[in-house]
């Protein structure tokens, strides 16, 4: 089973030139090590989803401001509150055409 996102989990885009870290807000309720879990409402840019650095998606390669899409491969059955959470193989793409992904769970062991 994969293991599920927690607040300040890595994550980086095919098109940016940094990771960053996502900040959990769509729930406060379900914590692993003091760390709220990711749920799919967690998609919003500049919010949950920052800036990657350097956009490659064109010869400009302008900073990079996320159009995320919705988060997929999320749990199936387990939800927070009707939220699927994410889990390390979750992912969401970016409309400027990155793949955003997770790299790091936070030391997060539970599935």
């Known amino acids: 089973?994969?293991?599920l996102i927690v607040n300040?989990?890595?994550?980086?885009?095919?098109q940016?030139?940094?990771?960053?870290?996502i900040n959990i807000s769509s729930q406060n309720i379900v914590a692993i090590s003091e760390k709220f879990v990711g749920t799919e409402e967690d998609?919003?840019?500049?919010?949950?989803?920052?800036?990657?650095g350097v956009c490659k998606c064109s010869n400009s390669n302008p900073p990079?401001?996320?159009q995320p899409q919705g988060w997929q491969q999320t749990t199936q059955k387990n939800?927070?509150?009707?939220?699927?959470?994410?889990?390390e193989q979750s992912f969401c793409m970016c409309a400027k055409g990155g793949r955003?992904?997770?790299?790091?769970?936070g030391s997060n062991t539970f599935v």
Do not use: E, H, W, Y
């Open 43 to 52: 998609k919003i840019a500049l919010d949950n989803i920052p800036s990657f």
């Open 64 to 66: 990079c401001i996320p």
């Open 100 to 105: 955003i992904s997770f790299v790091d769970t």
């Open 16 to 21: 940016g030139t940094d990771i960053s870290a």
């Open 79 to 87: 939800s927070i509150n009707g939220m699927k959470k994410l889990t």
């Open 1 to 3: 089973m994969a293991k």
């Open 8 to 14: 300040n989990s890595q994550m980086q885009c095919s």
